[in-house]
């Protein structure tokens, strides 16, 4: 591959990195509440991880708890907050 193909190709990941850094920023700033609604769910499944409880309940918030942060992640991810 040529010098000026090598800078080229270079150039252009760099671009791409700074790109998809700067859309997660953006994505950050323009998702004030579900940002902090998923830190609040993170926080939630690490007390639930950690408790002792085994019950049925202690299970389904689990997975409850799993379920919104995947969904708050999409909502994030889709822009869905204005």
Sequence with gaps: MSS???SLALAFAAGLI???AGFAAYQ???SPHLNEALKSLQSAAHH???S???GMHTKAAQEATA???THTKEAIAA???K
């Design 4 to 6: 000026a193909r090598k």
């Design 18 to 20: 700074t790109a998809t």
């Design 28 to 30: 950050q700033a323009a």
């Design 48 to 50: 639930l991880d950690g």
């Design 52 to 54: 002792k409880a085994t």
């Design 67 to 69: 379920s919104a942060i």
């Design 79 to 81: 822009g869905e907050e």
